[in-house]
């Protein structure tokens, strides 16, 4: 990792335990050693930038194997960070590296963001939702707006291209007072940070079923 030679260490280590796992528990199709190092750590990474100068309190919603919340929670010890993801495979990974790397600012949680969001210990009890490769953008933003409180933000990591689906979003963002305030190119990718007003409407987010067939 060039950009943090002091937790080289940390890396090199939890590059072989996600080798390890992934070998006999698939949980990401990323394998080389190159792509693990920009697709997984080195993305999740893009957005220190909003937290190193802070103690913000963070919910990784839909983090897969830990990415973003695994790098984030090496470099950023400050902070504190819960992860979520309805698959416990993947869960059990990010346990296993929390454990293996000392990781006590890191929480990991098997849950569905739309049930937990209605939790009272959960709700809008965030500076900062993050998320990655959740959703289309107007179902990312109701999985995650709920865990914010108001004037906290959401960062959406999200591919080059897609004006349209950020125009129909715009119902989704103005029913969930959301605010699109940056599109922060980073190459092929980009992050699309939100700031949140006002408090979510107690109704949102709605069931899965909903969310996907019935959309803002």
């Known amino acids: 990792m060039q950009n943090y030679p002091q937790h080289e260490k940390e890396f090199t280590k939890l590059y072989e335990l996600y080798t390890d796992y992934n070998s006999h528990t698939n949980i990401s199709a990323i394998k080389d050693k190159a792509d693990v190092y920009q697709k997984h750590f080195e993305d999740s990474l893009s957005i220190v930038q909003f937290l190193e100068n802070t103690e913000a309190k963070v919910i990784d919603v839909g983090t897969g194997g830990g990415f973003p919340a695994l790098p984030l929670a090496i470099v950023l010890p400050q902070i504190t960070i819960t992860a979520i993801d ?45 998320s990655r490769a959740l959703a289309e953008l107007k179902a990312l933003l109701e999985y995650t707006c709920a865990f914010v409180k108001p004037n906290g933000f959401i960062i959406a990591f999200k591919k080059q291209g897609i004006e349209e689906e950020i125009a129909m979003a715009q119902g989704a963002m103005h029913e969930l007072s959301l605010k699109l305030i940056q599109q922060i190119d980073q190459g092929d990718k980009q992050l699309l940070v939100f700031k949140k007003t006002a408090k979510t409407t107690a109704g949102y987010p709605r069931s899965n079923k909903e969310i996907k067939n019935k959309t803002l």
Not at 97 to 126: C, F, M, V
């Open 86 to 130: 309805g698959t416990g495979k993947k869960i059990k990974f990010v346990e296993l590296a929390k454990k293996e790397l000392g990781l006590s600012n890191l929480n990991p949680i098997t849950a569905r963001a739309e049930e937990l969001a209605h939790d009272e210990n959960h709700r809008e009890q965030y500076d900062m939702a993050i």
